[in-house]
């Protein structure tokens, strides 16, 4: 089963801030890495598919990067909507498709 | 508009059964993959079961291997998930998600969650 470690697991920051927020894997999964948002009482949003692809409606303030271990998620200029759990999820080696433990982008 | 819709959660006692629905409109349903997550109160997301759009591939997480059973009628816009032999550890909302092309195996749609609380 391929781990998945975010890290921080939780970034303090102010609105227009820049956050960055990583991913490692136990093992290769090449570029086949996802990126969600998550607010209280809600359920995720897809943010980033594929290491870098913006999903459908998604604001170009998000940004991703990465392949085989190493992935980030990159938040340009913080936005009061953007304050949230964000979680990577892999498919580059399942079942099992496995997540992060999650980073919490908190207001400062 | 894409739509999924969970229904069938509640509470139970360790070892009983309890099957969760999820209604899915919006969009071609028997043309799409889809899955079950859950998230346990206060932590992080748990994918749970996948089925291939013709319901002939299945796969489990190794924790609900062997007790829970996925599927999906097509004809009925639907997907479900029977759960037995249920543990106190399975407490948590459920969600259907669906994979947006074949192959794909992230989540662009989301149920809004159906928690099933596992006590005595």
């Known amino acids: 089963e391929i781990v998945l470690t975010q890290s921080p697991a939780t970034l303090s920051l102010s609105p227009g801030e820049r956050a960055t927020l990583s991913c490692r894997a136990s093992q290769s999964v090449s570029n086949y890495l996802a990126w969600y948002q998550q607010k209280p009482g809600q359920a995720p949003r897809l943010i980033i598919y594929?290491?870098?692809n913006r999903a459908t409606g998604i604001p170009a303030r998000f940004s991703g990067s990465g392949s085989g271990t190493d992935f980030t998620l990159t938040i340009s200029s913080l936005e009061p909507e953007d304050f949230a759990v964000y979680y990577c999820q892999q498919r580059g080696n399942w079942p099992p498709l496995t997540f992060g433990g999650g980073t919490k982008v908190e207001i400062k | 508009e894409v739509q999924l819709v969970e229904s069938g959660g509640g509470l139970v006692q360790p070892g009983g059964s309890l099957r969760l629905s999820c209604a899915a409109s919006?969009?071609?349903?028997?043309?799409?993959?889809m899955n079950w997550v859950r998230q346990a109160p206060g932590k992080g997301l748990e994918w749970v079961s996948y089925i291939s759009s013709g319901g002939t591939t299945i796969y489990y997480a190794d924790s609900v291997k062997g007790r829970f059973t996925i599927s999906r009628d097509n004809a009925k816009n639907s997907l479900y998930l029977q759960m037995n032999s249920l543990r106190a550890e399975d407490t948590a909302v459920y969600y259907c998600?669906?994979?947006?092309?074949?192959?794909?195996?992230?989540?662009?749609?989301w149920g809004q969650g159906a928690l099933v609380t596992v006590s005595s």
């Open positions: 594929d290491a870098s």
């Open positions: 919006g969009f071609t349903f028997s043309s799409y993959e």
């Open positions: 998600a669906r994979s947006p092309y074949s192959g794909s195996d992230h989540f662009d749609y």
